[in-house]
């Protein structure tokens, strides 16, 4: 458990606060590049790290995000007007490029030259994998992005996809770093019932559900291992999640072998809103080959396996209605009786309040991954405060890595034996480039 000061360190992100300055070194997922496709098209609102915010794409194609409102009487600017290369106030006109300058006050005389006295705050941005990137922190330490592998495929082999949690994000991350989870929250009872239609299939998280961990610190982050006996086989099938700094994880996916190096794999970014909300994004690839439509369908649209949700990505599965709990599918299809992952993973986070009283839990071996995420942020935040930055900001080939889950002999180092498939792929980054 954690104090309550460490508790509030942890999970705290606006201006100023501790963790929110470690953040702010990172350059995060802000928006998916379709919300803003169009040259002079709507604003749109954001909200990121407890700062309102409006994106636009300007009719250069160029994208900026700047503090919500206007600072000559504070109107918010998604009631704005795109249009010739700046945003423009409707209140009294007062407009602002992507880089936050004012370049035009007609309400004003034009001898006064108050405009050039006028800034608003932007945050430089930048697109790649269709997603809009935003980077809040010091524009003296500003790093290059992360080189996720799925960012450099081609369209036709990357999905991503986002909604909103009403809950903190270290609750959130905590939950997509434990591995031991998934042989109860996601457990399947019925594989032939409805509910449980292009679920992934349990048999080896379901042979032993009370996984043995091994957690190492790496460069990007940690390495998660989870370990489960195959008593038929002799053999180990180990689960082997990447968390990677400060909110990503890899969730392993099909088998790795020799036949199979790189089947379709997924991740997920926890980016804060603020301290009670959270985006939650998820994203899918296939670096061997062009995903089929179904599988677009099926992790892609607002009505899929990720959603549903609507047009304000907000979950229609959420609080409100139980999110879709089914007493009787409960009893005789799945563990919860709650449809789709995203959101019998919402249920129980969200469960929890919107910020967790950690001095409060009582944690146990299978936790000893959220453990060590929390000792690593807690220091992190700890270095900044003592004026040494974070290095895994400045190394974006650190994130070309994969998850993996393989099954080898049980005297083998899991580590080095998923060795050969833990590396992300470069094929597709050189000709992005």
């Known amino acids: 458990m954690l104090s309550q000061q460490d508790n509030e360190t942890l999970t705290r992100v606006g ?9 702010r070194r990172f350059w995060m997922p802000a928006l998916l590049e379709d919300e803003v496709a169009a040259p002079d098209g709507d604003p749109v609102r954001l909200r990121l790290l407890g700062e309102d915010l409006v994106a636009f794409r300007d009719t250069q194609g160029r994208v900026g995000i700047l503090d ?21 106030c409707v209140y009294h006109g007062w407009k602002f490029d992507v880089d936050g300058n004012c370049v035009d006050q007609p309400s004003e005389p034009g001898e006064t030259n108050f405009a050039r006295k006028v800034t608003l705050t932007s945050y430089p941005t930048a697109v790649r994998g269709g997603v809009v990137w935003v980077y809040m922190g010091p524009k003296d330490k500003m790093p290059a992005l992360p080189d996720f592998e799925w960012s450099y495929l081609p369209p ?37 019932h409805p509910v449980n239609k292009g679920m992934p299939g349990g048999r080896l998280s379901g042979e032993d559900r009370h996984p043995v961990f091994d957690v190492r610190e790496v460069e990007h982050g940690l390495l998660i ?8 086989e002799n053999k180990h099938y180990w689960r082997i999640t990447p968390f990677l700094l400060p909110f990503y994880t890899m969730i392993p996916g099909g088998m790795r072998d020799d036949d199979n190096p790189a089947p379709y794999f997924q991740g997920h970014a926890w980016v804060p809103i603020d301290d009670e909300n959270t985006w939650t994004w998820s994203f899918g690839a296939n670096p061997g080959r062009e995903m089929t439509q179904e599988e677009r369908d ?24 139980d999110y879709g709990l089914d007493r009787e599918v409960q009893r005789v299809g799945n563990y919860t009786g709650i449809k789709g992952i995203p959101n019998q993973d919402a249920a129980v986070q969200e469960s929890m309040g919107p910020i967790v009283p950690r ?5 146990g071996s299978s936790d000893s991954a959220i453990i060590q995420w929390r000792k690593l942020m807690l220091r992190l935040v700890r270095e900044l405060q003592r004026g040494k930055e974070p290095d895994a900001p ?40």
């Open 298 to 321: 099926f992790f892609g649209g607002r009505e899929n396996y990720w959603g549903p949700v609507d047009e304000r990505y907000q979950p229609r599965q959420n609080r409100a209605n």
């Open 225 to 232: 291992g989870a370990r489960r006996e195959l008593k038929s």
């Open 68 to 88: 919500a409102y206007c600072p000559h009487r504070m109107a918010h600017l998604y009631f704005g007007r795109n249009e010739e290369c700046g945003l423009r």
């Open 359 to 363: 001095w409060k839990e009582h944690l």
């Open 156 to 192: 036709t082999r990357r999905i991503a996809v986002k909604r909103q949690q009403y809950c903190n994000w270290a609750q959130a991350v905590e939950g997509g770093i434990d591995s031991s989870h998934i042989s109860y929250l996601h457990r399947g009872l019925d594989r032939s």
């Open 15 to 23: 201006p100023g606060t501790p963790m929110g300055e470690l953040l």
């Open 394 to 433: 400045h190394h974006g080939e650190w994130y070309n890595v994969r998850s993996v889950s393989v099954v080898i002999d049980p005297d083998a180092d899991w580590q080095q034996g998923a060795e050969q498939y833990r590396h992300g792929g470069t094929i597709a980054k050189h000709a992005a480039e």
